[in-house]
């Protein structure tokens, strides 16, 4: 298979992404990442989890070169992502999905085709059977979800080394996305590739990810290696911390419990703010929120 190749050259730097005291500001002035400190090696495979707004995508597009970071504080394989170039670095975010070519009348191969998919035929023909394409489809008449599929393809052909994916398989039926992400963890075993995927769906993701960053309104709460912050959530389910459905994996019971947690720390939305004098805002549960009395300092003690 082609992944089993070493596709990046043993002279090249090892594709690491390391970001120093990371602050980004919005062009009008608002806060976009705070003092952000990571350092992902070689090979891992990291899930970038927040709410809505956490600063996920903001991070990538810098990581991608998207924005100008100050200098010397976002180093990817090494370089600095938006002075030195991108060689080996893939970003599929956004833009890439909202490509207009992808809904006119061309053939699959076509594209495939567009993209180098003749200088690497293994890889092409691989991530053709793993995202189950039609290489008869033509792109004006297939669905979401196999449009997504093809553009998949198209992004992954060339073998990158550091692969950064802003959430682009919601489309994907579940069995089309478990085997997705089971080349996409096969990549990493097989070759020196690091990939960095922010995402809200947690299905087929249990015992993927090597690291965990967890953010909330700009900041890195907190990052490490998955294992160790799971442990975390065994230990808070062992003591009857659980806040979701029975059923969920224990990513999916932290990563609940972290968003419950970043919405209590934010506190209500500006107009829902006022609540009754002496009451004060609180999450009760899945579904469940409001005011409840202030605790007097004595009660809090
Ligand atoms: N161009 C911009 N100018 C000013 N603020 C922006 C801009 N783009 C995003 N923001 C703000 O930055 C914050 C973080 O946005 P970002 O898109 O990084 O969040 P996210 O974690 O990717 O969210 P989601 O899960 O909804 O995709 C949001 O509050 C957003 O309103």
Redesign the pocket.
């Known amino acids: 298979m082609a992944s089993s190749l070493d596709l990046a050259p043993a002279s090249q730097p090892p594709p690491t992404v390391q970001t120093i005291d990371l602050t980004y500001t919005?062009?009008?002035r608002?806060?976009?990442v705070s003092h952000i400190s990571l350092s992902l090696p070689s090979r891992s495979r990291t899930l970038l989890i927040?709410?809505?707004?956490?600063?996920?995508?903001?991070?990538?597009?810098l990581l991608a070169g998207k924005r100008l970071a100050p200098r010397g504080t976002i180093k990817v394989s090494d370089m600095d992502p938006f002075t030195d170039g991108l060689a080996g670095v893939t970003y599929l975010g956004l833009e890439w999905v909202l490509n207009a070519i992808v809904r006119t009348d061309i053939g699959v191969e076509e594209l495939l085709r567009s993209v180098g998919g003749d200088s690497y035929p293994a890889r092409r023909d691989e991530l053709v059977a793993v995202l189950d394409i039609d290489t008869s489809w033509r792109m004006h008449a297939v669905s979401d979800g196999e449009r997504r599929r093809v553009q998949l393809a198209m992004g992954l052909i060339r073998p990158w080394t550091v692969l950064l994916l802003?959430?682009i398989t919601v489309d994907l039926d579940v069995w089309s996305r478990s085997q997705f992400l089971g080349w996409l963890r096969r990549e990493t075993e097989v070759r020196e590739c690091t990939i960095v995927y922010?995402t809200?769906i947690l299905d087929n993701l249990a015992g993927w990810p090597t690291h965990l960053v967890h953010?909330h309104m700009?900041t890195v709460k907190g990052w490490g290696e998955a294992d160790a912050m799971l442990k975390e959530a065994d230990e808070v389910a062992a003591k009857g911390g659980r806040v979701g459905p029975e059923g969920n994996s224990r990513l999916g019971e932290l990563v609940l419990r972290w968003l419950r947690d970043d919405l209590q720390d934010r506190g209500p939305r500006s107009q829902n703010a006022r609540g009754p004098e002496g009451w004060s805002y609180r999450i009760t549960g899945i579904g469940g929120y409001g005011f409840e009395p202030k605790l007097g300092k004595e009660e809090e003690a």
């Open positions: 919005f062009p009008d608002s806060n976009g927040g709410a809505n707004g956490a600063g996920k995508t903001t991070l990538l597009r802003d959430e922010a809200h953010m700009g």
